[in-house]
């Protein structure tokens, strides 16, 4: 039986609520890398000076993951239930592929640890979405996420 | 549930510790795990030696757990394991040893002190060091020693040791103190260091939450314990 | 006579008094009452304890609350900063049943309770609802003949009591429109100034952040930014000495909501020691003539 992925937890991005404090950035190296810093993060907000616009590269937890679909050792594992992705760093063997099949590259190779990670979605409770104080980057069901982004990019 | 000899256990330890014991449970079956201050652990062992004869001492553990030394110290009494926690600190990194009372404790105490470079106190061995290392070994390249690190980030580490010592995370200068009082405001805003009654109130919230604790704050000097 | 208690934050009252002088002056001004939060300590700042230690910040900002709850009256803030942590820890607390015990285990100890009456505001909320435009319009003596640049900030954004995050900043600049200035738009209002960044990467959070917004006010030609949060303030001034060795030269006032005010009601500049600004604002003062 398949489960219902629209009811599944996601994060959202919403850029024109986001002022590009890069808070979500140091949360999630802090979480995940015992560091504050701006590199070593799970999601980035880019900015474009002509347009004017931010714009996050965050793991969506994809209904059918290309990294999952491409890894070689089954490593990246779509959990059917939550429908998050996750990497297992013990079956990684630092191949990259994920990093460049990915549409948004939002898995990556971290060097110190010779394995890629990704967006874990922090067990439930996202530390991005918790310190975003205009909650740009919230956690929203998949069915919000999906009718957003058709707005958003499609505009229907 | 606990057998009868485990409860024995149990509650002989808080009877001779008192106030020494900070915590004892019953991990699993035939498994007591006691969390003792580090000055009780001899009247611990002596206590539990005199009252079970058959008591034979296993091994003692040592773990680095960053900012302190964690020792374990396993007994086998009747078919139970017991194990006596303590936590010394790192940053005078001695170990009283009790191989007067278990003479079996002699040679693993000699390895954790090679391997950890912890000097022993009252071992019987006058020269204890040279077990497993050279004696020419140097003293800050111990294998299973750490680096001295807690677990705040380099970068967060003013900020927290303001926070924890004074309750105000923005220093203030003498030229600020001097231009507030030109117009005509108190020196300092009411901080809780302002205040005496304030302040061990605010250090007392904070060493309830734990978090002097798990920053590795030394409450005396009112600064992290690293750098 | 609206009442409140007055958290002033760690950055206001050591670093920008200035800022503490002149909202005193205003709030005098505006009849609104003051009182002294004895003992409060920081909010706790988000970075080091809102994100590395989650249970003792909020312990330690209940403590703050319930210094307030003591005095019986709603608390105010300076600082956005302040706001949103002390607005998120009374909101956590007054719906999550598990974590107002255990504070309130640690708190009683010392014969405090959080008990959940009081609101936390931010003084624009407060100028705004509470004070009212017209009454601030009233005490304008000097209007400010000046074309300025907004800045809210990114806590300011914060919002509980709607879904729109530009509740806040609307206000702000509605009461900045009333003292006589010219709002300028210039296209990023919302980015961040960089302050938080700045621990993690100085280079990036100066030149990505401040040099742009710097360099789109810059042309948007104003006489100075207005600000209300402290931190964004030490950015925005400090930033632009810091920015100098990078070879990027802004020379740009920058003041604070409550600086405004006060000169807008006519407080004579000595008394607001602008002198401690890192910015030109002695110049903009003078070419004012208050």
Redesign the interface.
């Known amino acids: 039986m398949k489960t219902n992925t629209a009811e599944q937890k996601v994060l959202l991005y919403d850029p024109t609520r986001c002022t590009g404090c890069l808070f979500c950035q140091i949360a999630c190296s ?1 979480q995940h890398f ?3 810093g701006l590199e070593k993060a799970n999601l980035h907000i880019i900015f474009d000076d002509k347009t004017g616009e931010f714009e996050a590269i965050y793991c969506h937890h994809c209904d059918e993951p290309l990294c999952v679909a491409a890894c070689p050792n089954e490593a990246a594992v779509k959990d059917e239930i939550t429908g998050l992705v996750k990497i297992n760093p013990i079956r990684c063997i630092g191949c990259k592929t994920c990093t460049v099949t990915c549409p948004l590259s939002a898995p990556w190779f971290n060097a110190e640890r010779r394995v890629a990670v990704k967006c874990d979605f922090c067990d439930g409770d996202p530390k991005c979405a918790k310190f975003c104080s205009p909650q740009a980057i919230r956690v929203a069901l998949r069915k919000e996420a999906w009718e957003f982004n058709r707005k958003r990019y499609l505009g229907v | 549930m606990a057998s009868p000899i485990e409860s024995e256990i149990m509650n002989y330890l808080k009877s001779i510790l008192g106030a020494d014991l900070i915590e004892v449970y019953r991990q699993r079956e035939r498994r007591i795990f006691a969390n003792v201050k580090s000055e009780a652990v001899r009247r611990a062992i002596e206590a539990l030696k005199n009252k079970y004869g058959d008591m034979r001492f296993m091994t003692l553990s040592a773990v680095d757990a960053g900012l302190d030394i964690e020792y374990l110290y396993h007994f086998h009494i009747d078919g139970i394991v017991l194990t006596i926690r303590t936590i010394r600190p790192k940053e005078n990194p001695i170990l009283e040893s009790i191989a007067d009372l278990v003479p079996a404790a002699n040679f693993i105490e000699r390895e954790i002190s090679d391997l950890f470079g912890i000097r022993l106190v009252n071992h019987p061995e006058p020269e204890p060091a040279g077990l497993i290392l050279t004696k020419d070994w140097p003293e800050d390249k111990r294998p299973l020693k750490k680096p001295f690190e807690g ?3 380099s ?2 580490r003013p ?2 040791e303001a ?1 924890m010592a004074s ?6 200068s003498a030229f ?1 103190q001097k ?2 009082e ?4 108190p020196k ?5 260091f ?2 005496e ?3 061990s ?2 250090h ?3 060493k ?4 002097g604790e ?2 590795g704050f030394d409450w005396e000097k009112k600064k992290l314990r690293y750098k | 006579m609206v009442k409140y208690a007055f958290f ?1 934050g ?2 206001i ?3 920008l ?1 200035n800022v ?2 002149a909202a ?1 002056k205003v709030f005098e001004r505006l009849g609104v009452e003051t009182v ?7 909010c ?2 988000p ?3 809102r994100l ?2 989650e ?2 910040a909020l ?2 900002s209940a ?1 703050n609350i319930t210094l307030a709850e003591d005095l019986g009256i709603n608390m105010m803030t300076l600082c956005n900063g302040c706001y949103e942590t002390l607005a998120e820890a009374n909101e956590i607390l007054k719906h999550d049943a598990e974590k107002r015990d255990k504070v309130n285990n ?2 009683k ?2 014969g405090r309770e959080y008990k959940g009456k009081i609101d936390i505001k931010h003084v624009i909320e407060v100028l705004y609802e509470d004070v009212g435009l017209g009454n601030i319009e009233k005490l304008v003596v000097k209007p400010q003949k000046i074309r300025v640049a907004l800045h809210y900030g990114c806590h300011l954004y914060r919002e509980y009591k709607s879904a729109d995050i530009m509740r806040k900043p609307k206000m702000m600049r509605e009461i900045v429109e009333r003292t006589g200035a010219q709002v300028i738009d210039y296209g990023l209002e919302r980015m961040c100034c960089g302050y938080p960044s700045m ?2 990467s100085e280079e990036f959070s100066l030149k990505e952040r401040l040099a742009r917004k710097l360099s789109r006010i810059n042309s948007a030609g104003v006489d100075a930014v207005v600000m209300a949060c402290p931190a964004c303030m030490i950015q925005f001034e400090l930033g632009q000495v810091m920015l100098r060795p990078y070879g990027i030269q802004f020379n740009i006032p920058c003041i604070n909501l409550m600086e405004l005010l006060a000169l807008s009601f006519g407080v004579p500049s000595k ?1 607001l ?1 602008i ?2 600004h890192r910015s030109p604002v002695q110049q903009l003062v003078k070419k004012l003539g208050v």
Do not use: H, N, W
């Not at chain 2, 309750?167 to 203030?172: E, K, L, S, T």
């Not at chain 3, 002294?36 to 920081?42: Q, R």
């Open positions: 802090y015992k560091e504050i | 677990v705040l980030p970068k967060a900020v927290a926070l309750g105000c995370v923005a220093p203030i600020v231009k507030r030109e117009a005509g405001l300092s805003a009411p901080f809780p302002t205040d009654k304030a302040l109130e605010y007392g919230i904070i309830l939450s734990g978090m798990r920053a | 002033l760690c950055q009252p050591m670093r008094p503490e002088v005193r002294e939060l004895l003992g409060y300590s920081c706790p700042e970075v080091v304890s590395i230690d249970e003792a312990v330690i403590r640690i708190l100890r010392y621990q993690a008394e020691l002198e401690l």
